[in-house]
């Protein structure tokens, strides 16, 4: 995620960032300047024909091409900011669970209470590379009551390590260091880390259906294609500027939402989930 100053505007104007929506579509843009020019040439120098002007049902179009991207907007942003407050919930859940267990556990069992924290922590880890593109067994703590390899060969390896933490609060009612209705509170700590991924992860595979998204594109390239047409006979070789500045607005604001749209990624604006496990890894290690 990108860290910036929103008070900064001579900054954020004028700084292109490789994420920029003006890098990504840069080529295209080029290719249809290109293309605009070639039309402008033909019809101004050569054919002259008299093109009546559209403005008023580009404009009109136009106008219901800016609704349909601002619904694609807060939609992309609903899902950004539900992954947020799912994320904010872990780092809450966390600390909650790892409070509890650092008090219920006795100092002079240190082997036990690092298997918790690493537990916990390798969960918070194993979840953020879940929801990208697999889990990194480098990240993940060891411990000699924490078979690594074994947990690596399960296809869900955050259901794997919870599975084990639970086996360890079970553990600690059979020991008689937790009452029974510490451990229902446990449970209901515990049971909120499933929730929390089981969230994720709907928001992970559920994008927007792919008709509505392949419609959108259809119809910002047809309105950009069609807009010369119309618009040649008003601002001659001016047309190339006006079609490439529309296209790259209504282009930027569909790129922006299908980045968004996937909040767990390493995209410059996806969730600074990388951020969020370390301080949940730096405020267990406190605790424990």
Known sequence: MVSYNPKSWFTIIFQLHKYDTFRQLLPTMVVLAVLTSVFCYVEIELLNLEFTSTMAVH???????????????????????EGRKQWGALVNNTRNLSIKLSNIVPQDQPERRQLF?????????????????????????????????????????????????????????KDGLISEE???????????????????????????????SAFIKKFIFLYVMSLPFGVVRDFGYSTIFVVVFIFYILASLEL??????????TDANDLPTDTLCLTIQKNLKELF
């Open 59 to 81: 404009s009109l179009i136009g106008f219901v091409i800016s609704l349909l991207l601002v619904f694609r907007t807060n939609t992309a942003y609903d899902r950004w900011w």
């Open 182 to 212: 510490q451990q229902i509170v446990l449970d209901s700590e515990f049971r909120a880390l499933t929730d929390i991924i089981g969230a994720c992860e709907r928001i992970k595979k559920t994008p927007i259906p792919y008709s509505y």
């Open 117 to 173: 924290r690493v537990l916990i922590t390798n969960y918070v880890f194993a979840m953020k590379e879940h929801l990208r593109n697999g889990v990194l067994p480098f990240e993940l703590e060891n411990h000699p009551d924490f078979d690594l390899d074994k947990t690596m060969q399960r296809d869900h390896v955050p259901n794997a390590i919870a599975q084990q933490l639970y086996a360890q609060i079970l553990l600690l009612k």
């Open 256 to 265: 922006i939402a299908e980045e968004i749209e996937d909040p767990f990624g």
